[in-house]
């Protein structure tokens, strides 16, 4: 049986507050047209559907438009999602007995009755089956204990995330076993492997607080033919064969992600064995970085200008002139062009900065105040200056820090 992975969608995130409602758009267009066209069975989306646990009515509407033209699809028989660390596990299973008549299947949270699928091929007999597990939270896999230290917590929830696979696997080989025919079986999770790769800045959140939430790929019984991984944002196998996989995030996830190759995984399943092939998502927004002096960063744009790049720039100045205008001028620089920009740093002021944080210190340890005085201090402003510039300073972060008009805008 033939299906596609994915996973990482993150319908809804946003780049400086711009919208990216048309990249989303594009891409679910793209992958309903490239699961009809690559013969795909069934697709499996392995968590972080949505950005956020309240998505807006937008990313709704994306979603659930793109679920009815799978169930509408002369291919694809299948849909199997589970909730990622960003999903609310309520909001997905909310629909779920509506959607499983249109053979969408939505695991929001553990359960092992309905963990195990079996996925029909076109002659109506069993081709797949799937161990579809959710995020799983700390409370499901381990019971706190009074006094119990890091490493405890650490080496239980281990064992509990063990186990619960283990489960998984035995129900999945019993029920193989009923049907009487060499079935592959396929796992599906949403959790950091040990050997998986993050890039910073990819946006991907620790899952467990107080360590990084790695666990060890032998968490993962041998009795699966391929394991659809979520959460890193990188498209990569953690283990020898490629049958431990993360398909990564479509699109990226911010500039952090500028340039690299995005995909989905088609995997097809015979017996115990599995096939993997990457099919490249093409790029609908690029993202750019420019770094130098204003020199340099002028003829970098006059660049992009002549080749009419309609990308997202995130630009940083390098230079040893102060400029206080320095947005005002990079804008007038893309003006009546197809680019946008969407960040400017200047690496000056945070050297300037940096300079000023004592040995021991980090730029973490530093509330939002601190560096402010900081600054203050490492340009030598004036003292008759600082109360106006401070009261601004508030009013700013105040601004910033008042939810929406509109709760779940976009």
């Known amino acids: ?49 949505f950005d956020s646990a309240t998505p807006g009515t937008r990313s709704q509407e994306l979603y659930y438009r793109f679920l009815c033209r799978m169930a509408a699809s002369p291919v694809c028989r299948h849909v199997v999602i589970i909730a990622g660390n960003h999903d609310s596990p309520s909001f997905l299973n909310a629909p779920r007995e509506l959607l499983r008549a249109l053979r969408i299947h939505v695991l929001g949270r553990i359960g092992e009755d309905r963990e195990v699928l079996e996925l029909a091929d076109a002659e109506g007999k069993t081709g797949l089956i799937v161990c579809a597990v959710p995020y799983l939270r700390d409370g499901d896999v381990r019971l706190a204990e009074a006094g119990e230290s890091m490493e405890d917590r650490e080496t239980a929830r281990l064992r509990g995330i063990r186990a619960h696979y283990a489960r998984i696997a035995e129900l999945a080989g019993r029920k193989r076993d009923e049907l009487g025919a060499d079935i592959p079986i396929v796992a599906m999770g949403h959790l950091f492997v040990a050997g998986g790769r993050r890039n910073e800045g990819d946006g991907v959140r620790d899952l467990y607080a107080g360590s990084l939430g790695l666990v060890p790929a032998d968490v993962f019984p041998p009795l699966f033919s391929y394991v659809a991984l979520g959460h890193l944002h990188a498209p990569q196998k953690v283990d020898g064969a490629g049958t431990i996989r993360y398909s990564g995030s479509p699109l990226p996830m911010g500039f952090a992600e500028a340039g690299q190759r995005k995909s989905v995984c088609l995997v097809e399943c015979a017996g115990g064995k599995a096939e993997t092939a990457l099919l490249d998502v093409p790029v609908f927004q690029e993202f750019l970085r420019l770094s130098g002096n204003m020199a340099e960063l002028e003829e970098g744009l006059r660049s992009l200008a002549r080749a009419d790049s309609g990308a997202w720039l995130e630009i940083t100045y390098r230079g040893e002139e102060i400029i206080g205008d320095l947005p005002a001028r990079l804008e007038e620089l893309v003006a009546g062009t197809r680019m946008q920009i ?33 600054c203050l201090d490492g340009h030598e402003v004036p003292d008759a200056q600082r109360p106006g510039l401070r009261l601004a300073y508030r009013e700013i972060l105040a601004s910033l820090e008042s939810p929406e008009e509109e709760a779940g805008a976009e």
């Not at 969608?9 to 400086?16: F, L, M, V, Y």
């Not at 009809?36 to 989306?45: K, P, Q, T, Y």
């Open 1 to 49: 049986m033939k299906f596609i992975h994915t996973s990482d969608w993150h319908i809804g995130r946003t780049e400086n507050r711009a919208s990216r409602q048309a990249e989303f758009e594009a891409f679910l267009d793209w992958l309903a047209v490239a699961v009809d066209r690559h013969g795909a069975e069934a697709l499996l989306v392995s968590g972080d559907v």
């Open 342 to 374: 969407r960040a400017v740093k200047d690496a000056r002021l945070l050297q300037t900065l940096l300079g000023g944080i004592h040995a021991g210190e980090r730029l973490a340890d530093l509330d939002v105040l601190e560096v402010f005085e900081r």
